[in-house]
């Protein structure tokens, strides 16, 4: 009997010790998902002032971000610290390159507390973990591990602010666990609403391409399709490309894919063959008389195999 | 436009205008072009006569950051395979340069170091370990590529891959894409970053002999 008790107590400390442990590493508990949503929520609705640096390929730079969000939507200034100059802002629909380039221009915008993370349809693409505390910029973080079940996507470790959930860190890695790409706040203050002024851009223009304003279209109407694509991507969005060309949005709930299918242009070299810088990958080839490209921030392969599968809908 | 629309973007520029009528303004910048023309070539002005700049940091302030992020451990391998991607030499690219570039490929006849060539710099190899498998070879992918635009220079005798050039319709292509998340809604964190920070020398991956030894682990299904 005092056999049993004694055993029956091992147990339980046994179990009191893992238990937290399970707690924290836990997969399947829900604690990744409200993280996670949490995170969306706080970058769609939280107003921060901070610097932070940028790490890809052996480059660091360092960067300062400025971000509002009020009735007109976000605001956001996003200026290079070192290197050459650079300094995007944004002010609801607009947005607009150190030089002058509009990004787009569209009535269209996130409504507050939108959440832009798809959380179901990441499922089958991801698993999330919450792992160990630390502390980045002088906050306490909580770690939320995104782990790709395959190799078309890439991992992130995010550091999350413990009260605000806002990431404060964010390390990408590929399928042999090694970082492709990085970025931490060195200081932060959250709940900081930059001034208009703070906002508003106050660079020397750059050379900087002019983006045209963004026409959606159905995507039941594509001309193009992707066959073989990489696993878990499905078409989300569909908008009108340049010269009668199409632009498709792929997204696997987290990763979001780029596809252009434009006609060739007569005074432009083909864009052919891969890029890769960071996270961030590029694959073109020519289709038919067409410019094909692919743009994301996921793996190499996965930009390839979608711009190998392109096909003309009614080629079959 | 009138002389009240005038005043008004003058205020918006010096971010002087109230919230409502910056709203109204806005607005109408997104719809006539003539307006937002002009408040370009305004912004160009003032930006010209202002040359603002940035407060700079400390000049060590990068160095610190990377030996701090180096000193920390990274992401546990996964033990999926890297496929080994041979890639000998590199190319580099012609300096200040906006943002991205992709592959040219050399085309029959084309002569390395001719008169047409771009400037080479310093080589860079492509890390073979973070190329993920993808079901496809250097044959199934060559008869692809597209036709030769302009040769490049050798560098120490090195047998060269294909061409790097940069090319703007890259940046335009992220540009896109960013736009489009935000009429959408699906935002993410300073989606601009690849733009607003660019690469000084891109590292390049050819599109090699070995891609397609060690397939993915999931298998691809249709993407649409």
Known sequence: MRRGAARALLLSIAWLAIAPTAAKDGVDDGQGEQWLSRMSTALATLDYVGTFVYVRDGQVDALR???????????ERLVSLSGELREMSRHGPLARLSGGARASASPRRAPSGTVPIDLAALQ????????DSDRIAGLPTRILEVRPRDGFRYGYRLWLEQASALPLKSVAYGSDGRAVEQWMFTEISIGTAPTDAELWPGTRPAAAPTAPPVQML?????R?????????????????????GEHHVYSDGLARVSLYVEPLAADAPNLSGLL???ALSVFGRVVDGH??????????ATVERMAQGVVARDGG | MTEDIKQQLSALL?????????????RRLQREEELAGCWERWH????????QRVSPLRPDFAARIAAALQSEAQPAARGAGATILRWGGGLAVAASVALAALLVMPGPGSVPGTADALPAIAVQPADASQVVSSGLSERDLRPNLSPVARTVAVTDGQSLGPALRLDPRVESYLMRHNAVMMQSGQDSFVPFIHVVSPPRQWSMLPTADHLGAEPARAEPDRAN
Do not use: I, K, N
Request: overall charge negative; aromatic content about 6%; hydrophobic content about 35%.
């Open chain 2, 14 to 26: 010096d971010g002087e205008l109230d919230s409502d009528t910056r709203r109204f303004l806005l």
């Open chain 1, 124 to 131: 089958p693409s991801y698993q999330l973990a919450v792992g």
């Open chain 1, 291 to 300: 410019q094909v490209t692919v743009v994301g921030e996921v793996p190499p």
């Open chain 1, 218 to 222: 159905d995507p039941a109407g594509a």
């Open chain 1, 224 to 244: 193009w399709q992707v066959r073989d694509g990489p696993r878990g991507f499905r078409l989300a969005l569909l908008a009108a490309g340049g010269s009668d």
């Open chain 1, 65 to 75: 971000v400025w971000h509002r969000v009020d009735d007109d939507g976000a605001h």
């Open chain 2, 44 to 51: 160009l002005a003032r930006d010209c006569m202002q040359q």
């Open chain 1, 276 to 278: 890769r810088r960071g």
